[in-house]
């Protein structure tokens, strides 16, 4: 059974990057056509994509967060990565990493982040 | 790009109870592209419709999922006490938009 599972500093502070890893276990993250995908969640707030990567071809992102992210992929790790540079308060929320196939069928649990001085 | 727009924002209900909720989207998109996820509190958002009608593995046949075009809705035939949650529609037409929301709150 394949799961997913975030992980990274829960506390950035301001103007610093904020970096996320996601292992996928149970399975391969280079088996099947799938896009790998972080989405955050503020507190009490609805859903944002970030952005996807493919274990081939460039990554694809969030237009509006799209000069501070940047993903990558290492498939001898069976990871993903995200980086988020430049962080305010605006970036506090969960993240969760996400497989997506026309849908996103299989979620992290999310960790949170926040992000203070 | 793409809005979706859920409604309502908040529907309360009892247990046994029909959930009708809707999503719009600003414009069309493919029966193909649109999800729906549930969402309890602490947890990450499970996948319960795709394609707009299909349920999702081990998904119960209370919920299905309809419409075409701008118009979609997820239905819950009989409310159970566990589906009270909230609930997101989600299109892949154009980038990867969700809806803001529908909280499915007890009566």
């Known amino acids: 059974q394949v799961q997913l599972q975030e992980s990274g500093p829960g506390l950035v502070k301001p103007s610093q990057t904020l970096s996320l890893t996601c292992t996928v276990s149970?399975?391969?993250?280079?088996?099947?056509?799938?896009?790998w995908s972080w989405i955050r969640q503020p507190a009490g707030k609805g859903l944002e994509w970030i952005g996807r990567?493919?274990?081939?071809?460039?990554?694809n992102y969030n237009p509006s967060l799209k000069n501070r992210v940047s993903m990558s992929i290492d498939t001898s790790k069976n990871q993903f990565s995200l980086k988020l540079s430049s962080v305010t308060a605006a970036d506090t929320a969960v993240y969760y990493c996400?497989?997506?196939?026309?849908?996103?069928?299989?979620w992290g649990r999310g960790t949170l982040v926040t992000v203070s001085s | 790009e793409i809005v979706l727009t859920q409604s309502p924002g908040t529907l309360s209900l009892s247990p046994g109870e029909r959930a009708t909720l809707s999503c719009r989207a600003s414009?069309?998109?493919?029966?193909?592209?649109l999800a729906w996820y549930q969402q309890n509190p602490g947890q990450a958002p499970r996948l319960l419709i795709y394609?707009?009608?299909s349920r999702a593995t081990g998904i119960p046949d209370r919920f299905s999922g309809s419409g075409s075009g701008t118009n979609f809705t997820l239905t819950i035939s009989r409310l159970e006490p566990e589906d009270f949650a909230v609930y997101y529609c989600?299109?892949?037409?154009?980038?990867?938009?969700f809806g803001q929301g529908t909280k499915l709150e007890i009566k």
């Open positions: 414009q069309s998109v493919s029966s193909s592209s």
């Open positions: 394609g707009a009608s």
């Open positions: 989600q299109q892949s037409d154009s980038s990867y938009i």
């Open positions: 990567i493919y274990i081939s071809g460039s990554p």
């Open positions: 996400a497989r997506f196939y026309w849908f996103f069928d299989l």
């Open positions: 149970g399975g391969s993250i280079s088996g099947g056509s799938y896009y």
